[in-house]
């Protein structure tokens, strides 16, 4: 079955960096575009950044725009998000999503001084 792991949250100052992964398998990752979403508390989840999956093509939330970068390696099976100088309204609870509706378990994201 489909299965997303996410990894490389934490704890990072304003105008800090993370790079947070996920590890797709059950799937032919190369074959799906594959997306990141977060959710704040009290706010409903919304889309941070979407790939393609052969041309790489990618969209980002105007929120985010210049600031986070999203990549993938097909060879690994792995989607990436750069993080770049987070501010605290960043922080939040960041999913991997893949084919058919699938949702990694989310890793948190927390920028604060």
């Known amino acids: 079955q489909v299965q997303l792991v996410e990894s490389g949250g934490g704890l990072v100052q304003p105008g800090g960096s993370l790079r947070l992964s996920c590890v797709a398998s059950g799937f032919t990752f190369s074959s799906y575009y594959m997306s990141w979403y977060r959710q704040a508390p009290g706010k409903e989840r919304e889309l941070v950044a979407r790939i393609t999956n052969v041309s790489g093509a990618t969209n980002y939330a105007d929120s985010v725009k210049g600031r986070f970068t999203i990549s993938r390696d097909n060879r690994k099976n792995t989607l990436y998000l750069q993080m770049s100088s987070l501010k605290p309204e960043d922080t939040a609870v960041y999913y991997c999503?893949?084919?058919?509706?699938?949702w990694g378990q989310g890793t948190q994201v927390t920028v604060s001084s």
């Open positions: 999503k893949g084919p058919q509706g699938s």
